[in-house]
């Protein structure tokens, strides 16, 4: 979506709203889509600061999901800053989740209901400046399934595991797309980009033997995944 447009209407805006799961939207069945919204200092006392979807599906087509003014003690939820995902399906293709603050996954937290597994696909858009006062700065993967088609994961950090990305007997699949300059904190922190803890990751395309900086395949023209400049202490 072109979010950048100057026309007569204002793009839509959700500030400040708190629940107990998802301050600003839950989702238990249906698929809601969004289209340039500014998601912004919404909170949670659980999970999902901004969205949480339980079963059903959420799509971000542009627009932002921020986690505004915090004080230094202040999270946007517990699990999730700004998404949290179980059973259900959040799609992002294009937009910005920067700035949200959880104890575990800065951006989003996906997890696996007794049902089925929660699934975030990133398709493009940015995951930013996000923060974890403990595991995946940008991302924590509990049982669910993490997919990165494209896009940008940069900035984030976590005080003891995965700067970028923690995966907790999850699955992960990076087939194009940056990762770059996330980092863990703590003295003797591990995975400055991603750590795995059980589960599975996989970086690339299964058979692309291209040498070039694009996948020599069907895949759109995708550039190869790049995992670049993390840091752990």
């Known amino acids: 979506a072109d979010c950048d447009g100057t026309g007569a209407h204002s793009h839509p805006v959700l500030k400040n709203n708190t629940a107990v799961n998802g301050g600003a939207v839950a989702v238990t069945t249906g698929t809601p889509v969004m289209y340039c919204a500014n998601f912004e200092g919404n909170t949670a006392e659980e999970?999902?600061?901004?969205?949480?979807?339980?079963?059903?599906?959420?799509?971000?087509?542009?627009?932002?999901?921020?986690?505004?003014?915090?004080?230094?003690?202040?999270?946007?939820?517990?699990?999730?800053?700004?998404?949290?995902?179980?059973?259900?399906?959040?799609?992002m293709n294009d937009g910005t989740i920067s700035g949200n603050k959880a104890k575990n996954g800065g951006a989003t937290y996906?997890?696996?209901?007794?049902?089925?597994?929660?699934?975030?696909?990133?398709?493009n858009g940015t995951l930013s400046n996000n923060i974890a006062t403990e595991n995946g700065g940008a991302a924590y993967i509990s049982g669910g399934n993490y997919t990165m088609e494209d896009g940008t994961v940069n900035n984030n950090t976590a005080t003891?595991?995965?700067?970028?990305?923690?995966?907790?007997?999850?699955?992960?699949?990076?087939?194009?797309?940056?990762?770059?300059?996330?980092?863990?904190?703590?003295?003797k922190s591990v995975g400055g980009g991603f750590y795995v803890n059980g589960g599975s990751i996989i970086i690339g395309l299964p058979g692309c033997n291209g040498h070039g900086d694009n996948h020599n395949d069907d895949s759109a023209n995708k550039n190869h995944p790049q995992v670049i400049n993390n840091k752990a202490q």
Do not use: P, Q, R, W
């Open 110 to 123: 996906v997890a696996e209901s007794d049902s089925a597994k929660g699934n975030f696909v990133m398709n």
């Open 47 to 91: 999970n999902g600061g901004s969205i949480y979807v339980a079963n059903g599906g959420f799509t971000m087509n542009g627009g932002a999901i921020s986690g505004g003014k915090l004080e230094e003690s202040e999270l946007n939820a517990k699990l999730g800053g700004a998404v949290y995902v179980s059973g259900g399906t959040f799609t």
């Open 160 to 187: 003891d595991y995965g700067g970028a990305v923690y995966v907790n007997n999850g699955n992960v699949t990076m087939t194009s797309g940056v990762v770059k300059n996330n980092a863990t904190t703590a003295k």
